[in-house]
Protein backbone atom coordinates (compact mmCIF):
# COMPACT_ATOMS: atom_id res chain seq x y z
CA UNK A 1 0.00 0.00 0.00
CA UNK A 2 0.92 3.37 -1.02
CA UNK A 3 0.13 6.91 -0.18
CA UNK A 4 -0.72 10.26 -1.90
CA UNK A 5 -0.52 13.71 -1.27
CA UNK A 6 -3.59 15.83 -2.51
CA UNK A 7 -3.23 19.98 -2.42
CA UNK A 8 -6.37 21.81 -2.14
CA UNK A 9 -7.64 24.44 -4.53
CA UNK A 10 -9.05 28.16 -3.99
CA UNK A 11 -11.86 28.47 -1.79
CA UNK A 12 -10.31 26.71 0.88
CA UNK A 13 -8.42 29.33 2.43
CA UNK A 14 -9.10 30.30 5.90
CA UNK A 15 -7.45 33.12 8.04
CA UNK A 16 -5.02 32.39 9.96
CA UNK A 17 -4.27 29.17 7.16
CA UNK A 18 -0.05 30.11 7.43
CA UNK A 19 -0.16 31.05 11.24
CA UNK A 20 -1.51 27.72 12.56
CA UNK A 21 0.76 25.38 10.51
CA UNK A 22 2.92 22.90 12.36
CA UNK A 23 6.01 23.89 13.93
CA UNK A 24 8.74 21.94 11.80
CA UNK A 25 11.75 22.99 10.32
CA UNK A 26 10.59 21.95 6.84
CA UNK A 27 7.76 24.30 7.08
CA UNK A 28 9.82 27.32 8.53
CA UNK A 29 12.34 26.94 5.29
CA UNK A 30 9.39 26.94 2.70
CA UNK A 31 7.63 30.06 4.64
CA UNK A 32 11.35 31.87 4.11
CA UNK A 33 11.59 30.45 0.86
CA UNK A 34 8.43 31.90 -0.43
CA UNK A 35 9.02 35.29 1.29
CA UNK A 36 12.84 35.75 -0.66
CA UNK A 37 10.55 34.85 -3.72
CA UNK A 38 8.03 37.27 -3.07
CA UNK A 39 10.32 39.99 -1.35
CA UNK A 40 7.84 40.38 1.06
CA UNK A 41 6.86 38.09 4.10
CA UNK A 42 4.38 35.71 3.16
CA UNK A 43 2.92 35.48 6.81
CA UNK A 44 1.25 38.77 5.76
CA UNK A 45 -0.79 37.19 3.01
CA UNK A 46 -3.42 35.32 5.31
CA UNK A 47 -5.08 37.84 6.93
CA UNK A 48 -8.75 38.19 6.81
CA UNK A 49 -8.23 41.39 4.49
CA UNK A 50 -5.13 39.81 2.66
CA UNK A 51 -7.27 36.75 1.64
CA UNK A 52 -9.93 39.05 -0.40
CA UNK A 53 -6.79 39.05 -2.82
CA UNK A 54 -7.00 36.38 -5.46
CA UNK A 55 -3.06 36.70 -5.57
CA UNK A 56 -2.31 36.41 -1.46
CA UNK A 57 -5.01 33.26 -1.69
CA UNK A 58 -2.83 31.27 -4.47
CA UNK A 59 0.51 32.15 -3.12
CA UNK A 60 -0.83 31.30 0.67
CA UNK A 61 -1.83 27.82 -0.77
CA UNK A 62 1.18 27.26 -2.23
CA UNK A 63 3.17 27.70 0.75
CA UNK A 64 1.14 25.95 2.61
CA UNK A 65 0.75 22.85 0.69
CA UNK A 66 4.43 22.88 -0.27
CA UNK A 67 5.82 23.08 3.43
CA UNK A 68 3.78 20.88 5.15
CA UNK A 69 4.27 17.50 1.82
CA UNK A 70 7.95 18.63 2.53
CA UNK A 71 7.56 18.05 6.40
CA UNK A 72 5.93 14.54 6.14
CA UNK A 73 8.79 13.45 3.46
CA UNK A 74 11.53 15.16 6.23
CA UNK A 75 9.33 12.49 8.76
CA UNK A 76 10.07 9.66 5.96
CA UNK A 77 6.70 9.68 4.77
CA UNK A 78 7.16 9.16 0.84
CA UNK A 79 4.26 9.61 -1.42
CA UNK A 80 3.81 7.38 -4.84
CA UNK A 81 1.56 10.19 -6.54
CA UNK A 82 0.43 14.03 -6.11
CA UNK A 83 -2.83 15.71 -7.08
CA UNK A 84 -3.34 19.44 -7.10
CA UNK A 85 -7.14 20.82 -7.59
CA UNK A 86 -6.75 24.34 -9.04
CA UNK A 87 -3.73 26.01 -7.81
CA UNK A 88 -2.58 23.22 -5.86
CA UNK A 89 -1.40 21.94 -9.09
CA UNK A 90 1.64 24.14 -8.85
CA UNK A 91 2.30 22.89 -5.00
CA UNK A 92 1.82 19.28 -6.29
CA UNK A 93 4.35 20.05 -9.40
CA UNK A 94 6.75 21.08 -6.53
CA UNK A 95 6.48 18.27 -4.24
CA UNK A 96 7.18 15.67 -6.82
CA UNK A 97 10.44 17.40 -7.75
CA UNK A 98 8.71 18.48 -10.87
CA UNK A 99 8.95 22.56 -10.39
CA UNK A 100 11.39 24.40 -8.34
CA UNK A 101 9.85 26.12 -5.55
CA UNK A 102 11.18 29.62 -6.89
CA UNK A 103 9.60 29.16 -10.29
CA UNK A 104 6.23 27.61 -8.96
CA UNK A 105 6.05 31.30 -6.55
CA UNK A 106 6.65 33.26 -9.62
CA UNK A 107 4.27 31.59 -12.26
CA UNK A 108 1.53 31.21 -9.20
CA UNK A 109 2.11 34.94 -8.84
CA UNK A 110 1.70 35.48 -12.56
CA UNK A 111 -1.31 32.65 -12.63
CA UNK A 112 -3.44 34.68 -9.92
CA UNK A 113 -2.10 38.74 -11.35
CA UNK A 114 -3.55 37.46 -15.16
CA UNK A 115 -7.01 36.07 -13.85
CA UNK A 116 -7.84 39.33 -11.74
CA UNK A 117 -6.87 41.60 -14.80
CA UNK A 118 -8.86 39.98 -16.95
CA UNK A 119 -11.92 39.34 -14.76
CA UNK A 120 -12.04 41.95 -11.94
CA UNK A 121 -15.64 41.27 -11.59
CA UNK A 122 -18.47 40.03 -12.86
CA UNK A 123 -17.56 36.17 -13.32
CA UNK A 124 -16.58 33.20 -11.22
CA UNK A 125 -17.85 29.56 -10.57
CA UNK A 126 -20.44 27.86 -8.97
CA UNK A 127 -20.98 23.94 -8.36
CA UNK A 128 -24.51 21.74 -8.55
CA UNK A 129 -24.91 18.48 -6.86
CA UNK A 130 -26.98 15.93 -7.56
CA UNK A 131 -27.06 16.02 -11.81
CA UNK A 132 -25.31 14.31 -14.23
CA UNK A 133 -22.51 16.07 -16.55
CA UNK A 134 -24.94 15.54 -19.44
CA UNK A 135 -27.65 17.48 -17.36
CA UNK A 136 -25.82 19.96 -16.32
CA UNK A 137 -23.76 20.37 -20.09
CA UNK A 138 -27.78 20.73 -21.49
CA UNK A 139 -28.67 23.25 -18.78
CA UNK A 140 -25.42 25.54 -19.97
CA UNK A 141 -25.89 24.74 -23.40
CA UNK A 142 -29.31 26.95 -23.30
CA UNK A 143 -28.08 29.44 -21.06
CA UNK A 144 -25.15 30.44 -23.08
CA UNK A 145 -24.77 33.80 -24.88
CA UNK A 146 -22.03 35.93 -26.14
CA UNK A 147 -22.59 38.32 -23.53
CA UNK A 148 -23.23 36.03 -20.86
CA UNK A 149 -20.73 32.99 -21.29
CA UNK A 150 -21.03 29.77 -19.24
CA UNK A 151 -19.34 27.00 -18.88
CA UNK A 152 -18.64 23.47 -18.35
CA UNK A 153 -15.77 23.16 -16.05
CA UNK A 154 -14.85 20.36 -13.79
CA UNK A 155 -16.32 16.79 -13.13
CA UNK A 156 -15.05 16.77 -9.10
CA UNK A 157 -17.40 13.51 -8.94
CA UNK A 158 -20.43 11.52 -11.18
CA UNK A 159 -22.55 14.02 -9.37
CA UNK A 160 -20.93 17.01 -8.88
CA UNK A 161 -19.91 19.59 -11.41
CA UNK A 162 -18.59 22.70 -11.57
CA UNK A 163 -19.46 25.20 -14.42
CA UNK A 164 -17.55 28.81 -14.89
CA UNK A 165 -18.55 32.14 -16.36
CA UNK A 166 -20.43 35.05 -16.13
CA UNK A 167 -22.65 36.08 -13.20
CA UNK A 168 -25.30 36.20 -15.38
CA UNK A 169 -24.96 32.94 -16.94
CA UNK A 170 -24.47 30.91 -13.87
CA UNK A 171 -27.41 32.37 -12.09
CA UNK A 172 -29.79 31.03 -15.14
CA UNK A 173 -27.81 27.90 -15.12
CA UNK A 174 -28.28 27.32 -11.12
CA UNK A 175 -31.89 28.05 -11.05
CA UNK A 176 -32.22 25.85 -13.77
CA UNK A 177 -30.23 23.13 -12.32
CA UNK A 178 -32.69 23.48 -8.80
CA UNK A 179 -36.13 23.32 -11.08
CA UNK A 180 -34.68 19.74 -12.19
CA UNK A 181 -33.78 18.42 -8.47
CA UNK A 182 -30.48 19.25 -7.93
CA UNK A 183 -29.42 18.91 -4.13
CA UNK A 184 -27.30 21.55 -3.98
CA UNK A 185 -26.49 24.55 -6.64
CA UNK A 186 -24.33 27.37 -5.07
CA UNK A 187 -21.83 29.96 -5.73
CA UNK A 188 -18.21 28.99 -4.78
CA UNK A 189 -15.88 31.62 -3.03
CA UNK A 190 -14.37 31.76 -6.69
CA UNK A 191 -14.11 34.99 -8.62
CA UNK A 192 -12.67 34.38 -11.66
CA UNK A 193 -13.71 31.52 -13.84
CA UNK A 194 -11.21 29.17 -14.12
CA UNK A 195 -11.15 26.16 -16.27
CA UNK A 196 -12.74 27.29 -19.24
CA UNK A 197 -11.72 29.14 -22.59
CA UNK A 198 -12.58 32.48 -21.10
CA UNK A 199 -8.84 32.07 -19.13
CA UNK A 200 -6.97 31.17 -22.08
CA UNK A 201 -5.20 34.59 -22.39
CA UNK A 202 -3.82 33.24 -19.34
CA UNK A 203 -2.58 29.79 -20.33
CA UNK A 204 -0.95 32.11 -23.06
CA UNK A 205 1.26 33.63 -21.11
CA UNK A 206 1.89 30.51 -18.66
CA UNK A 207 3.47 28.66 -21.92
CA UNK A 208 6.11 31.58 -22.46
CA UNK A 209 6.68 31.81 -18.92
CA UNK A 210 7.34 27.72 -18.56
CA UNK A 211 9.24 27.36 -21.92
CA UNK A 212 12.84 28.76 -19.99
CA UNK A 213 12.20 25.99 -16.68
CA UNK A 214 13.69 22.87 -16.70
CA UNK A 215 10.94 20.05 -15.45
CA UNK A 216 12.16 16.94 -13.83
CA UNK A 217 9.65 14.33 -13.55
CA UNK A 218 7.24 12.79 -15.18
CA UNK A 219 3.17 13.10 -14.34
CA UNK A 220 -0.02 12.47 -15.19
CA UNK A 221 -1.67 15.36 -16.60
CA UNK A 222 -4.32 17.24 -15.84
CA UNK A 223 -6.02 17.62 -19.06
CA UNK A 224 -5.97 13.86 -20.48
CA UNK A 225 -5.26 12.09 -17.54
CA UNK A 226 -2.23 9.89 -18.65
CA UNK A 227 1.10 9.71 -18.24
CA UNK A 228 3.56 12.75 -19.81
CA UNK A 229 7.17 12.32 -20.47
CA UNK A 230 8.08 15.12 -21.87
CA UNK A 231 9.16 18.46 -20.66
CA UNK A 232 6.93 19.89 -23.36
CA UNK A 233 4.29 18.07 -22.42
CA UNK A 234 4.36 18.45 -19.14
CA UNK A 235 4.96 22.35 -20.06
CA UNK A 236 1.58 22.51 -21.80
CA UNK A 237 -0.56 21.03 -19.23
CA UNK A 238 0.49 23.19 -16.59
CA UNK A 239 -0.11 25.96 -18.64
CA UNK A 240 -3.43 25.11 -20.04
CA UNK A 241 -5.25 23.59 -17.08
CA UNK A 242 -6.48 26.95 -16.46
CA UNK A 243 -8.51 27.30 -19.71
CA UNK A 244 -10.46 23.40 -19.65
CA UNK A 245 -12.07 21.99 -17.42
CA UNK A 246 -10.83 18.81 -15.40
CA UNK A 247 -12.40 15.81 -14.51
CA UNK A 248 -10.83 15.38 -10.70
CA UNK A 249 -13.00 12.33 -10.06
CA UNK A 250 -11.33 10.16 -12.60
CA UNK A 251 -7.56 11.91 -11.53
CA UNK A 252 -8.46 10.15 -7.70
CA UNK A 253 -9.54 7.08 -9.53
CA UNK A 254 -6.10 7.01 -10.93
CA UNK A 255 -4.42 7.56 -7.28
CA UNK A 256 -6.19 4.19 -6.47
CA UNK A 257 -5.60 2.44 -9.26
CA UNK A 258 -1.85 3.29 -8.84
CA UNK A 259 -2.23 1.40 -5.37
CA UNK A 260 -2.40 4.10 -3.30
CA UNK A 261 -4.60 3.32 -0.07
CA UNK A 262 -4.34 6.00 1.95
CA UNK A 263 -5.19 10.07 0.94
CA UNK A 264 -2.84 12.86 3.08
CA UNK A 265 -4.60 16.17 1.97
CA UNK A 266 -2.18 19.45 2.85
CA UNK A 267 -4.11 22.21 4.90
CA UNK A 268 -6.35 23.86 5.29
CA UNK A 269 -8.18 22.01 2.42
CA UNK A 270 -10.64 18.87 3.39
CA UNK A 271 -13.46 18.36 0.94
CA UNK A 272 -11.12 16.59 -0.97
CA UNK A 273 -11.00 14.48 1.26
CA UNK A 274 -14.90 13.94 1.51
CA UNK A 275 -14.97 13.29 -2.26
CA UNK A 276 -12.37 10.57 -2.11
CA UNK A 277 -14.09 9.24 1.45
CA UNK A 278 -17.40 8.82 -0.97
CA UNK A 279 -16.22 7.62 -3.84
CA UNK A 280 -13.62 5.03 -2.80
CA UNK A 281 -14.95 3.04 0.60
CA UNK A 282 -11.24 1.17 0.74
CA UNK A 283 -9.18 4.42 0.62
CA UNK A 284 -8.40 5.97 4.16
CA UNK A 285 -8.39 9.93 3.70
CA UNK A 286 -7.34 12.50 5.90
CA UNK A 287 -7.43 16.26 5.86
CA UNK A 288 -4.19 17.34 7.75
CA UNK A 289 -5.55 20.82 8.63
CA UNK A 290 -8.60 19.07 10.40
CA UNK A 291 -5.81 16.50 13.03
CA UNK A 292 -2.49 16.76 14.09
CA UNK A 293 0.52 16.28 11.74
CA UNK A 294 1.73 13.56 14.37
CA UNK A 295 -1.66 11.79 14.15
CA UNK A 296 -0.92 11.79 10.00
CA UNK A 297 2.53 10.59 10.64
CA UNK A 298 0.95 7.89 13.11
CA UNK A 299 -1.48 6.43 10.36
CA UNK A 300 1.06 6.46 7.95
CA UNK A 301 3.10 4.08 10.03
CA UNK A 302 -0.24 1.78 10.33
CA UNK A 303 -0.60 1.46 6.79
CA UNK A 304 2.90 0.02 6.79
CA UNK A 305 3.95 2.84 4.15
CA UNK A 306 7.22 3.34 2.65
CA UNK A 307 9.16 5.20 5.33
CA UNK A 308 12.51 6.01 4.84
CA UNK A 309 15.00 6.47 8.14
CA UNK A 310 15.56 10.08 8.96
CA UNK A 311 13.73 11.17 5.87
CA UNK A 312 14.44 10.96 2.42
CA UNK A 313 14.73 13.01 -0.52
CA UNK A 314 12.89 10.75 -2.11
CA UNK A 315 11.17 12.45 -5.33
CA UNK A 316 12.39 10.59 -8.05
CA UNK A 317 9.74 8.15 -8.03
CA UNK A 318 6.95 10.09 -7.40
CA UNK A 319 3.81 10.51 -9.78
CA UNK A 320 2.05 13.76 -9.97
CA UNK A 321 -1.41 14.84 -11.07
CA UNK A 322 -2.15 18.27 -11.58
CA UNK A 323 -5.59 18.97 -11.47
CA UNK A 324 -7.57 22.40 -11.72
CA UNK A 325 -10.50 22.69 -10.33
CA UNK A 326 -13.05 24.10 -8.07
CA UNK A 327 -15.46 21.76 -5.88
CA UNK A 328 -18.11 22.48 -2.96
CA UNK A 329 -18.51 20.96 0.47
CA UNK A 330 -21.00 18.16 0.18
CA UNK A 331 -22.01 18.84 3.94
CA UNK A 332 -21.89 22.07 4.95
CA UNK A 333 -22.66 24.09 1.54
Not at 93 to 109: E, M, S
Not at 114 to 135: C, D, F, N, R
Not at 166 to 178: F, H, I, P, T, Y
Not at 211 to 230: C, D, E, F, P
Amino acid sequence: MSVAFLFPGQGSQVPGMLHTLPDHPAIGRTLDEVSEGLGENVLELDSTEALRSTVSVQLALLASGVGVARALIAEGVEPEAVAGMSVGAFAAAVAAGALDLDDGVRLVKQRAEGMVKLYPKGYGLAAIVGLTEKQVSTLVEAAYTEQNPVYVGNINAPRQIVIAGSDEGMDKVLEAARKSGARKAVRLNVSEPSHCPLLEPVADALRESLQAIHLQKVYVGNVTGRALRSAEAISEDLASNIAHGVRWYDATTVLEELGCRLFLEMPPGHVLSELAREAFPDVRTLAIGETSFKHALLLASQFGLRFQAGGSRGSDRRSCITLEAGCVDSEDE
